[in-house]
């Protein structure tokens, strides 16, 4: 069993900063990539920023230049600093992990229980 815990939303002003962090724990062989994805009331799920073991990085470009995505590798945690934030980052951001697990030979999603992030003055 794997699971990932986040941490590190909140309400912040506009221009502000938040660093979010995820932990996978568990019963884990190794992780393909890590990164995070976001939901806006009454919006589909989207992409954010995801990184690679290898280092491949792919961000949305809503959040190119603002936003980075960072891992450390040895703990399994992913991390995203986001700076200059706007009222349209607002939503429930969640950490998500392809990985394979002990004993199995094949990659799995997991996914976070969500952290919420308000941008508002």
């Known amino acids: 069993q794997v699971q990932l815990v986040e941490s590190g939303g909140g309400l912040v002003q506009p221009g502000g900063s938040l660093r979010l962090s995820c932990a996978a724990s568990?019963?884990?062989?190794?992780?393909?990539?890590m990164g995070w994805y976001r939901q806006a009331p009454g919006k589909a799920r989207e992409l954010v920023a995801t990184?690679?073991?290898?280092?491949?990085?792919t961000y949305a470009d809503s959040v190119k230049g603002r936003f980075t995505i960072f891992r450390e590798n040895d703990k399994n945690a992913v991390y995203l600093q986001m700076n200059s934030l706007k009222p349209e980052d607002t939503a429930v951001y969640y950490c998500?992990?392809?990985?394979?697990?002990?004993?199995?030979?094949?990659?799995?999603?997991?996914w976070g229980q969500g952290t919420q992030v308000t941008v508002s003055s």
């Open positions: 990184r690679t073991s290898g280092g491949r990085l």
């Open positions: 568990g019963s884990i062989f190794s992780i393909n990539y």
């Open positions: 998500n992990a392809n990985l394979i697990e002990n004993g199995r030979d094949f990659t799995h999603n997991y």
